[in-house]
DNA sequence: ATGATAATGGTATATCATTATCATAGCGAA
DNA sequence: TTCGCTATGATAATGATATACCATTATCAT
């Protein structure tokens, strides 16, 4: 018996199953959807206990947008940024950076980081515009 | 007198002092204690109905950004984004676009805008980190 | 198979930003 | 100056997201 003893449940397996196949970033609600696919009757409140102790493991990270509820997709990926569709509100990952690699700041000033998001249409939605 | 007959009183003056002086965003919390300084006693209501109406007649603009509350700023500048400083929260007009003319999408994808922020520290916080 | 206890599901509650309510103050036309 | 009516200030209500609670379920070492 170790000192804190953690369980396989099939929950805990649909929600990481869930983030593991999406290869995107999903909301708590989305997660929710796609793991009931996998193990039904699974509620919110496990999702968001989930979420976080996969966040606490590092497995998770939290992806924070304007005006929109937080996402969370599979951590160490390489550098990227997001595309979030207009139509469904799906957030998509982009391959690569498309900053410059030095941001003209005021100065004085000092950057750590940067976050980039570009909005549209995804190849799903757009078939439904016509 | 007109259909609508709007009246110019002290706090509303205050409000937009205190957007037009910034020359940088403000959160309804900012301009409350900008204001505060022209009309003591200007209440929170006040400056989110005067944001309000300022959006809706085009003089205001909102700044929507990752994680935390929305911000607003005069309207009519160029093509710009913003840097936060990760010491006092304050939101910063950054010159230009630090972003590439055509990131690339996924196989479909249609862009309409986007959206660039940097993170750091401003010049009247380093100084106090030293 | 058993049992200690971690995890769950359903829901109430917390949190935070924003909006609605309403009695009162104070613009501004006459 | 008067007076109608808009704007204000204080605060309650709301909406969206996330967490707390607790009775019940289910995992897993034995």
Same mark, same amino acid.
């Given at each position: 018996?170790?000192?804190?003893?953690?369980?396989?449940?099939?929950?805990?397996?649909?929600?990481?199953? =869930?983030?593991?196949?999406? $290869?995107?970033?999903?909301?708590? !609600? *989305?997660?929710?959807?796609?793991?009931?696919? @996998?193990?039904?009757?699974?509620?919110? =409140?496990?999702?968001?206990? $989930?979420?976080?102790?996969?966040? !606490? *493991?590092?497995?998770?990270?939290?992806?924070? @947008?304007?005006?929109?509820?937080?996402?969370?997709?599979?951590?160490?990926?390489?550098?990227?940024?997001?595309?979030?569709?207009?139509?469904?509100?799906?957030?998509?990952?982009?391959?690569?950076?498309?900053?410059?690699?030095?941001?003209?700041?005021?100065?004085?000033?000092?950057?750590?980081?940067?976050?980039?998001?570009?909005?549209?249409?995804?190849?799903?939605?757009?078939?439904?515009?016509?």
């Amino acid at each position: 018996m170790s000192i804190r003893d953690i369980r396989n449940t099939r929950q805990k397996t649909a929600i990481r199953e =869930a983030f593991a196949e999406a $290869n995107r970033p999903l909301s708590p !609600e *989305e997660a929710l959807r796609s793991a009931q696919q @996998l193990h039904p009757g699974v509620g919110i =409140a496990t999702v968001y206990r $989930n979420i976080q102790t996969l966040v !606490e *493991e590092g497995w998770l990270q939290p992806v924070e @947008l304007p005006g929109d509820a937080t996402r969370y997709e599979v951590a160490g990926k390489k550098h990227h940024h997001h595309f979030q569709c207009n139509e469904c509100g799906k957030l998509y990952d982009l391959e690569g950076c498309a900053a410059q690699s030095k941001p003209k700041l005021p100065r004085g000033f000092r950057a750590s980081g940067h976050e980039f998001f570009v909005y549209g249409t995804c190849a799903a939605c757009i078939p439904a515009r016509q």
